[in-house]
């Protein structure tokens, strides 16, 4: 009994660390994406709540929505959507299911191809589906990625 105990602890313990590690790629990921799209911490945190870049700026955002989307596994090299992926990765546990029936809805297969506007399609979609499920998660995630 003592080692099915201690097994389940350290089963829970490899499951913490891998949602930690799982995290940090995200976090990593955010970051990476915003400085090579050049994109401000504060122009990435307006986005989230509805107020997107303009002009050239808007085409940057585009494609940091793309970079995202791949380096997590969202979006493949060949532009495919995976709505499990977008559902473990972006929102909590609790809204898993919720984001999985909105992916799926949001999956543009047919605009072809790894694209930005593709890629930020996807974005705006998940937005308009549940605009404040998107808000809340975006703005957390802004807020662990680039601490104050």
């Given amino acids: 009994m003592k080692c099915v105990a201690a097994l389940l602890v350290a089963v829970l313990v490899l499951a913490s660390v891998a949602v930690e590690r799982a995290d940090a790629d995200v976090f ?6 915003a400085k090579n799209s050049n994109l401000s911490q504060d122009k990435l945190q307006k986005a989230c709540n509805g107020e997107l870049p303009k002009d050239e700026e808007l085409k940057n955002y585009q494609c940091y ?3 995202v989307q791949q380096l997590v596994g969202i979006m493949s090299a060949e532009g495919a959507v995976d709505p499990v ?3 473990q990765t972006l929102v909590d546990e609790k809204q898993r299911k919720e984001m999985e029936d909105i992916a799926k809805q ?3 297969d047919d605009m072809k191809g790894a694209t930005c506007e593709k ?3 996807v974005d705006q979609c998940y937005s308009e589906k549940n605009n404040v499920m998107y808000k809340n998660n975006c703005n957390d995630l802004m807020s662990k990625t680039f601490p104050a």
């Fill in 106 to 108: 949001c999956k543009f």
């Fill in 28 to 33: 990593a990921a955010l970051r990476d994406c």
């Fill in 65 to 67: 929505t793309k970079c």
């Fill in 85 to 87: 992926k977008s559902a």
């Fill in 119 to 121: 890629a930020f399609a």
